[in-house]
């Protein structure tokens, strides 16, 4: 079965014409001629009367165009869907994330942008988000201190501070920033040693011969602030994850080597997607407008 001939029947049946329905088409009113013809001596059959006005579904034209009408209806919805989503008319974006405030504002800019566009937010800690992506269950992320790999496109979107967390009241909560040395032999309640902003403190407390005492390793930043706000040790996040938490104060660490870069992702050759780029291009508006 040819669908090109189908096609052409259904635009003739839906017409009334010929010539309208090689307009429909885009293509020559000989060329819907002719595989009207092909279908038709195929099949042994003859689709339409040709008046001098127009074209007149057979019995057997009938039967079938209820088949093709259908059909064909299904298929320029489709073409609807497929343009609006071109348009960002309409779609869905997954994104990939491993803290979701510095995300938020880039959700915000996209909503007012482009309202008929649903996200889908998959959060995880740094290796989840990375491997989502490469996995392709998410078409973009955002990943702290990513490294560079052949299947990525990164841009950067923010730079982040990692800030101790202590309970208001706390003799340290009125200071501007910190230096790691006055962490010394500080009890402490940290992520686990797989978190990126774990790690990077702990590098810097490496290098500056600075030994704090962990009390508690958790799982989640909520957790460390959760653990901070209620006196049990100093807490360690990034700036970018403290919220406006009035039970906590979060106080900078002094050190270039306390700081993560954040770049927002997706595979190379996904980066001229029309919704992904609207979705970088996003991303650097909401880092010029932090700036």
Do not use: W
């Amino acid at each position: 079965m040819n669908l090109f001939q189908l096609r052409a029947f259904d635009a003739v049946a839906r017409e009334g014409s010929f010539t309208r329905a090689a307009g429909r088409l885009c293509i020559s009113q000989p060329a819907v001629t002719g595989h009207i013809k092909a279908l038709e001596e195929r099949y042994d059959l003859v689709l339409f009367r040709r008046t001098a006005r127009a074209a007149e579904l057979t019995p057997q034209g009938r039967a079938l165009a209820e088949l093709t009408g259908p059909l064909f209806g299904l298929v320029e919805q489709a073409e609807d869907l497929l343009e609006a989503n071109r348009t960002l008319v309409s779609g869905r974006v997954e994104i990939a994330v491993d803290s979701p405030h510095i995300v938020m504002p880039l959700l915000a800019r996209l909503r007012a942008r482009h309202p008929g566009i649903v996200v889908g937010l998959i959060l995880g800690n740094a290796a989840d988000t990375r491997e989502a992506l490469l996995s392709e269950r998410a078409s973009v992320a955002v990943l702290t201190e990513a490294e560079a790999h052949p299947d990525l496109h990164l841009a950067q979107i923010a730079v982040s501070r990692i800030c101790a967390v202590v309970p208001r009241g706390h003799p340290l909560a009125d200071r501007e920033t910190l230096d790691r040395a006055e962490l010394d032999g500080a009890a402490m309640v940290l992520r686990e040693p797989t978190s990126v902003t774990r790690r990077t403190f702990d590098r810097a407390c490496r290098a500056g011969g600075v030994a704090p005492t962990v009390l508690m390793e958790l799982d989640s930043r909520e957790a460390v602030i959760e653990a901070a706000a209620a006196g049990i040790g100093i807490g360690i996040v990034s700036s970018l994850e403290c919220g406006a938490d009035t039970r906590i104060a979060a106080i900078p660490i002094a050190g270039a080597d306390l700081s993560n870069r954040h770049a927002i992702a997706c595979l190379a050759r996904r980066r001229n997607l029309r919704l992904i780029r609207a979705v970088f291009g996003l991303a650097t508006e909401t880092d010029e407008a932090a700036r």
